[in-house]
């Protein structure tokens, strides 16, 4: 069964603002955390991942946040472009096992 | 490095045939995933391997479906008699043994069932 749970299944931002991504995770045990975008008909490519020792990680324009608390995970894609127009994927990682959440679709308006 | 390879690619078959896909993981990598991705769908995992033994196949439909790797290194998922709801994009991932290493994607094979 699905795990890895979504709050928003589509997202659409004008190109340069910043767009947001959220999940929740069920399994307490869980502590690695990548996300993956996966543009229309290619393979999904990890973006950025945080480990559960940390809260907050930063990459090139992406930012990520991991409340262990209450099982969140956000994306934070900021000055968004066109070439950020795919689905995003949120995951867990439990002993070994890799769990996907269904997707976020974000489109980015010129 | 060339990534994880699979083949084929696409593959159109009539319900009840079987049907194989291939899956070369990245050098080294001993942990081996397939998974079924549907369309709008996240992926879905049908198996884990770790060498040559399959440590996780709670997810993949025994009656149907059957997967191998010899050798831990390549591996074949294979469905027989396929039927029309088995049409999807099956994916093949491989990572290194470990909690937080990154698992690397093929291109997967996209399956239509007619």
């Known amino acids: 069964g699905e795990s890895v749970g979504l709050h928003l299944p589509t997202l659409s931002v004008q190109e340069g603002d910043s767009a947001v991504i959220k999940c929740t995770y069920s399994d307490s045990a869980s502590n690695y955390f990548p996300w993956y975008k996966q543009e229309l008909g290619k393979r999904p490519q990890l973006i950025i991942d945080i480990r559960s020792n940390m809260d907050k990680r930063q990459g090139q324009r992406v930012t990520v946040l991991l409340n262990k608390t209450v099982k969140h995970l956000s994306l934070q894609i900021a000055a968004t472009q066109p070439g950020d127009s795919a689905v995003y994927f949120c995951?867990?990682?439990?002993?070994?096992?890799?769990?996907f959440g269904a997707g976020t679709t974000v489109t980015v308006r010129a | 490095e060339a990534g994880v390879v699979q083949s084929p690619r696409y593959k159109i078959i009539e319900k009840k045939q079987p049907v194989a896909f291939w899956c070369n993981p990245i050098s080294g990598h001993n942990t081996l995933y397939w998974y079924r991705q549907n369309l709008g769908q996240g992926p879905e995992l049908l198996i884990r391997?770790?060498?040559?033994?399959?440590?996780?196949d709670s997810q993949l439909p025994k009656d149907r479906f059957s997967a191998e790797r010899l050798k831990g290194v390549d591996s074949t998922l294979k469905i027989q008699p396929a039927e029309l709801g088995d049409s999807a994009v099956y994916l093949c991932?491989?990572?290194?043994?470990?909690?937080?290493?990154?698992?690397?994607f093929g291109q997967g094979t996209r399956l239509t069932v007619v």
């Open positions: 391997y770790e060498n040559e033994e399959a440590v996780d």
């Open positions: 991932a491989s990572s290194e043994t470990g909690i937080g290493t990154e698992a690397f």
């Open positions: 995951a867990e990682k439990n002993d070994y096992k890799l769990s």
